[in-house]
């Protein structure tokens, strides 16, 4: 088991960001033209607001789970669930942009969004800090989850 909280920490954070470099690198080549071509709601960002929120939520991710391992109580099986919400996080991007699907999108962040309560509410047990550092998170795949929704409306 890893220990050391550097290593830890420098392990949990290359874990959550491959998560986002696969989902930007999907996001980065196969958006356009396709999503400049789509019907927006009036609420939708403008593109350069993604990036800044999505750093702030990994980094905050990482620290939540981060925080968590070193815990007296820490139970694998969550750590496993962050694992598994990493994959749901990166799908959407390339289910959404890559294959333009955004029912299919629709189901993987509802299922997304299911794993980050069951994280928050596993963290809250052990580290109180760990669930409230992945509230904007939730928050965040919440609003993207009304902005999906929106667009397949729209379009």
Not at 30 to 47: I, T
Not at 73 to 93: A, G, M
Request: net charge positive.
């Amino acid at each position: 088991m890893l220990k050391n909280k550097f290593l830890t920490f420098i392990f949990f954070l290359t874990i959550t960001f491959s998560a986002s470099a696969i989902g930007g690198l999907a996001t980065f080549t196969y958006k356009e033209p396709w999503y400049s071509l789509l019907n927006k709601p009036l609420f939708n960002p403008p593109d350069w607001v993604f990036g800044p929120v999505w750093t702030s939520l990994y980094i905050m991710m990482t620290v939540s789970i981060w925080l968590y391992w070193h815990t007296k109580n820490r139970d694998i099986k969550t750590v496993y669930i962050y694992f598994i919400h990493l994959i749901f996080n990166t799908t959407w991007s390339v289910v959404f942009f890559v294959f333009h699907n955004m029912f299919l999108a629709l189901f993987v962040i509802v299922i997304l969004i299911a794993l980050i309560i069951n994280l928050i509410l596993r963290f809250r047990r052990v580290k109180i800090l760990s669930a409230y550092l992945m509230i904007p998170y939730l928050l965040w795949c919440s609003f993207a989850l009304i902005l999906n929704t929106s667009l397949i409306i729209l379009n």
